[in-house]
């Protein structure tokens, strides 16, 4: 009897492949060459490591620095990387090593993966996705070890300035710095705050971004696309860093303390750093809680699409402002420098966001039960940070029960791999509708 043959298309591949990452990276974290203490990690909190490790959030129930050993932060770095170029990118990359031609379906795994438009010129985008990484990680590293060594032995300060620069380009957030201290060490030094912010921004910005403006001194023209995406992070990043700055001018444990140029980066870092990115200068839960309300809404925003950061992307939530601008205005169209937004694109955005809001009310929900005597504002920023990749935490992660563990977890994975790719990849294959309904009126407002 024959067997039917599975069918697996590009959302299914790409559930399973992150999910085979995270269960050999858990795996590794149990053995006791991962920690220092000889015993590797319990199940629960290496699946919760490799997670976070993997989908580029930074959430940990351990301190990264003195918990593991060389072998298990290593192993975490790689599963950041892979997490961060998606596992796709780097399957080409070993294939350009042996020469080997990537075939029709890889292409369309790799624009699924990259959430590119177009497969046009989709294994040269890849090609210099992998340039661009090398480079910029490269310099993000010499930059934090020159600094570094100042103030630890040359070779640790090589170490922490590679294991800092990949971690933070691919809006991981995962330290080396010890108990869970991020880089409050370094809030005023502007070398760190803006090498680890422009290693932040620039990955999330987005590859296609990235692309872009490298050609633009021959092409001399920009899509729409990263022309939305450039306007929306600007604005985000001056709207937040203008918000904490009021916010936290007078608080003594935040920014009070600082100079007026430390109170600047302070600022600045902790907007950037919540598009996705995870660490932080200042204590979190020291932070003013206007100032919690707006990092979480950073947070849910996120980065921008086909890049290395979550959640529910730049363009769109500019394009639901786009929306709701025009619907005020009266318009049927919604217009961005001139051209005009398809409805598809709409529908999509109104999708993404819905789909988002859900799973963290839903997860909010079940952990304001499972995490009982927790405070409410503490959770809800868990949720969402570990839904939009980001990392940063006001303390709960630790502390979390084995049920909201479980339940961060399911949170993360779906914010990397993404709600829509999640559903698709457990539907059965769309068809188009056979026929349509008649058109009904319902009231609204």
Not at 69 to 85: A, D, E, N, P, S
Not at 191 to 202: D, H, N, P, R
Request: charge should be positive; proline fraction near 3%; hydrophobic fraction near 50%.
């Amino acid at each position: 009897m024959l067997r039917k043959k599975v069918y697996l298309d590009p959302p299914k591949i790409l559930v399973l492949g992150f999910g085979l990452i995270i269960v050999i990276g858990a795996f590794l974290l149990t053995l006791p060459a991962s920690t220092a203490n000889g015993q590797g990690l319990p199940f629960l909190n290496a699946l919760f490591t490799a997670t976070s490790a993997t989908c580029v959030t930074g959430l940990v129930v351990v301190d990264t620095g003195t918990t593991f050993t060389m072998f298990g932060q290593i192993t975490i770095l790689c599963m950041i990387q892979v997490g961060g170029l998606g596992f796709m990118t780097f399957a080409t990359f070993f294939a350009f090593l042996v020469g080997k031609r990537i075939s029709l379906k890889e292409r369309i795994l790799l624009q699924e993966s990259l959430n590119n438009l177009s497969m046009e010129g989709i294994v040269r985008l890849t090609r210099r996705i992998l340039i661009f990484t090398a480079v910029i990680e490269l310099v993000g590293a010499m930059l934090l070890s020159i600094r570094f060594s100042f103030d630890m032995p040359i070779g640790k300060a090589i170490y922490y300035g590679i294991f800092h620069s990949i971690s933070n380009f691919n809006n991981a957030g995962f330290d080396l710095m010890g108990e869970f201290h991020s880089l409050t060490s370094y809030v005023d030094d502007p070398t760190v705050t803006l090498t680890v912010s422009a290693l932040i921004i620039l990955g999330g910005i987005g590859f296609i971004v990235m692309n872009e403006l490298f050609e633009y001194r021959v092409s001399k023209r920009l899509s729409l696309h990263t022309k939305i995406v450039l306007m929306t992070s600007t604005v985000l990043v001056v709207v937040g860093t203008a918000g904490v700055f009021l916010q936290e001018y007078s608080n003594s444990l935040t920014l009070k303390p600082l100079s007026f140029l430390g109170k600047i980066l302070g600022s600045l870092f902790q907007s950037v750093t919540a598009r996705t990115a995870g660490a932080n200068t200042l204590n979190i839960a020291d932070l003013t809680q206007s100032s919690l309300l707006l990092i979480v809404l950073l947070m849910f925003v996120g980065a921008s699409p086909g890049s290395t950061g979550g959640g529910i992307k730049t363009t769109t939530f500019t394009t639901l402002i786009g929306a709701v601008w025009s619907q005020i205005r009266g318009k049927e169209d919604v217009i961005f420098y001139r051209q005009r937004i398809e409805y598809e694109t709409i529908y999509k955005a109104l999708t993404v966001t819905f789909s988002g809001l859900f799973l963290v009310m839903l997860m909010t929900l079940i952990l304001t039960i499972s995490e009982h005597g927790q405070d409410f504002l503490t959770i809800v920023f868990e949720v969402t940070s570990a839904f939009a990749t980001v990392g940063l935490s006001m303390g709960l992660t630790p502390e979390l029960s084995p049920v909201g563990k479980a339940l961060i977890i399911f949170t993360m994975f779906v914010g990397r791999v993404g709600p829509l790719t999640i559903a698709y990849a457990v539907t059965i294959r769309r068809k188009p509708d056979a026929f349509r309904y008649p058109k009904g009126k319902i009231t609204i407002g």
